[in-house]
């Protein structure tokens, strides 16, 4: 009799448990997974499943990245009780260029020791008629580190990579799945023209990509002055050429007392400048308003400017 009251006594506990558990699995999962890829990057949003909302502990979701059903990343992320029930979101940068391969993220539930069933988005390369290299005009820095992908057309036969200007150094690729090659160097040399090609071979044709690989701006001594309250001047000293021949767009950023004063684009211009992330007003005193900046990024040259300052003041 003892017996049967125990066993009855564990059944109730595994099919009466406040957080939804059967059979060790939990009812409490991701649900409305969604996988987009802003700026090279895999970004997962999901939200939990109402039974979720019974847990009272810190809720733990499982990331498992793979690429061309290869697992290359697993993460973790924690739910605390007063964000169930929102949106949850996720996001990571992959080495390789999104159009590469196939790209899938698993997501599951644990809690407790108890796991949900994996659930799986997955992005879904294009299907080249001719190789195709990516990434495509893409700026690196001198120095940095890159890799670079080959996709060959169905029924094509991969034979090489190459890079312009690096005839004397080993290309090793590596395979990522039947139509995918990926080759990775370090961008020890300036591009010396409009761009360094890499350049993909198959048995029947061959197709490249242009990487601009070229040296930060190092513009200086950024002053911009108003006399009239309507306009200001800019100037500064350029520095070295960058090797960069691309077009590069510069804007001006100008803050006071925390209050965005502008935010203006001025157009294209083949020089790089540097960009003035903070321009501050250092005195209202002066009668002609100097203006200096910390440089950082890249940047601009003169605009219209700030006669609403009072008015907004």
């Not at 000293?237 to 090797?243: A, E, L, M, W």
Request: with cysteine; proline share 5%.
């Amino acid at each position: 009799m003892i017996i049967w009251i125990l066993l009855l006594s564990l059944f109730c506990e595994s099919t009466q448990d406040g957080n939804g558990k059967e059979n060790g699995v939990l009812h409490c999962e991701p649900q409305n997974m969604r996988l987009t890829t802003p700026d090279q990057k895999i970004l997962l949003t999901w939200e939990d499943d109402p039974s979720c909302l019974a847990v009272h502990d810190v809720l733990m979701y499982e990331v498992v990245v793979l690429i061309a059903d290869q697992q290359v990343h697993n993460d973790t992320f924690a739910v605390t009780p007063d964000q169930i029930g929102s949106t949850h979101s996720w996001n990571w940068k992959p080495h390789l260029p999104l159009e590469c391969a196939s790209h899938s993220v698993r997501l599951s539930s644990r809690y407790k020791n108890r796991t949900s069933p994996w659930k799986q988005e997955q992005t879904h390369p294009g299907n080249p008629k001719t190789p195709e290299v990516f990434p495509r005009d893409r700026v690196f820095k001198v120095g940095s580190r890159a890799t670079f992908c080959c996709v060959v057309p169905v029924g094509d036969t991969f034979d090489r990579m190459d890079i312009s200007r690096y005839s004397g150094t080993y290309m090793n690729t590596t395979k990522i799945s039947n139509q995918t090659y990926a080759l990775t160097i370090n961008l020890d040399q300036a591009s010396n023209t409009y761009c360094t090609d890499v350049k993909c071979h198959t048995k029947t044709q061959e197709n490249g990509a242009c990487a601009y690989i070229g040296y930060p701006p190092d513009d200086s001594n950024l002053l911009c002055e108003t006399r009239d309250l309507q306009s200001v001047e800019c100037l500064w000293t350029v520095g070295n050429d960058t090797r960069v021949k691309n077009e590069t767009e510069y804007h001006l950023l100008g803050r006071y007392n925390e209050t965005i004063l502008l935010d203006v684009a001025i157009g294209w211009s083949m020089e790089a400048k540097k960009c003035c992330e903070d321009l501050i007003l250092l005195s209202m005193n002066d009668p002609y308003l100097s203006l200096y900046t910390s440089i950082k990024k890249l940047c601009l040259a003169s605009l219209w400017l700030l006669n609403k300052t009072k008015q907004d003041n």
